[in-house]
């Protein structure tokens, strides 16, 4: 079978190796967790506003802490910024379960729980991309941003399939036990990270965050890529709605089976993605599939038949991962090192506030219009909002690996990077 996975980035790094096993052990809890704080906050308030409202919690965290933790990323060393942040979620855990395990949970804490973890993770994500960078050589970024690819997708398999399984079977205090557990192992993997050093950063000041946002201004191709993925979250991610559209069908599986469409879909576009390698305009892949992201919910969100709506759903998918492989491998590929860490925290903002705004957009206008309105023009104005970005910023669409000049300045910088090892 003609796939699309070169396992040439694991077999070259040991390191990258770790952090690729660590990052799987530690999404699989995580996606388990995810879906489950829903659901439970589902149980307790009976409300798609309440839902939504994590979305809500989520956005000054995200902003905040996206953009500082870039700027850490670039100071400190890379490899301890992980190592606490990653504590700190194994913490997160623990307070899931206690709160679970109350005869009365509390739906507050909920929230709060929230808000940590997406403090953290939003420090975390920073230093995380730029490991990725640096464990992996200039050539095998495609690949390796295919392969992670591939890691997310089975996470978001097994776990929200785990999670909601075990939620509904045993109660959510064990699904959150089972991240506790899987926190525990990634960070015995993470300590065997050898240190990596500081960042190129000139402190951890405004300053810096400052040289990083001058720089991303200097990139509108680079901000295109954020604008477009910001959009097409925003404006139809669906993922918090799916227990409110699964109740729409009899089948008792179609909540498991709603969940497992996303990531079908990206799993399938991954595994058959060796097509992409020849693709050199990384720009134009990326309008593509943000336009089939938002047609393919808006067919999830209109159809009434089961089948045609996780049709929608694996089409949404597998059009969201060639999105992924194309915008990590621009950024990769064309991003100095020196100011990896910072344009990181953007990334962090415009693929995270995405669905976190997603997710209260979807509630409140579901509770306004109805469930089926909401995700069928969600799907819709996604779609037609990339020909404003392209319109906007035409370096998007103009971009080309072959011709670029930051790709040209990044395979030397990390060329002389790896003579000096």
Known sequence: MNLGLNLAPLRASRQYRRLYVAGFISALGSQATYVTTAYQLKQLT??????????????????????YGGVLADHFDRRRLVLVTEFILLLTAV???VNAARPSPAAWVLYVVDAVIIIAGSVQGPSLAALNQ???????????ATLNMVRGTFASIVGPALGGFVAVAAGPQWVYAINVVTFV?????????????????????????????RYARSRPDIVG??????????????????PFVAAHFSEHYALSLLYLGLPAGALLATLTSRWTRRVHRYGRAVVAAAVTWG??????????????????????GGADAVSGIFRNTMWNESIPPDVRGRMAGVELISYSLGPTAGQFRSGLMTAWTS???SLTVGGLASAGSVAVVVAALPQLWAFDARTDRHVAEVRELRAAEHDTR
Request: aromatic share 6%; hydrophobic share 60%.
């Open 46 to 67: 009976h409300s798609p506003i309440a839902v939504g409202a994590l979305g809500l919690v989520e956005v000054v965290p995200l902003l905040i802490f996206g953009l």
């Open 95 to 97: 307070a899931l379960v």
């Open 134 to 144: 640096r464990l992996v050589d200039h050539d095998l970024q495609r690949d390796a």
């Open 185 to 213: 192992f990634s960070l015995g993997l993470l300590v065997t990270l050898a240190p990596v050093g500081r960042g190129g950063g000139d402190g951890a000041s405004m300053s810096s965050l400052m040289v990083g946002l």
């Open 225 to 242: 890529t954020y604008v477009v993925d910001l959009l097409a979250m925003a404006l139809a991610y669906p993922v918090v709605m799916l």
């Open 295 to 316: 047609l393919g919910i808006a067919i999830f969100g209109y159809s009434t038949s089961l089948v045609v709506v996780l049709a929608g759903l694996v089409v949404a």
């Open 371 to 373: 469930l089926r309105f």
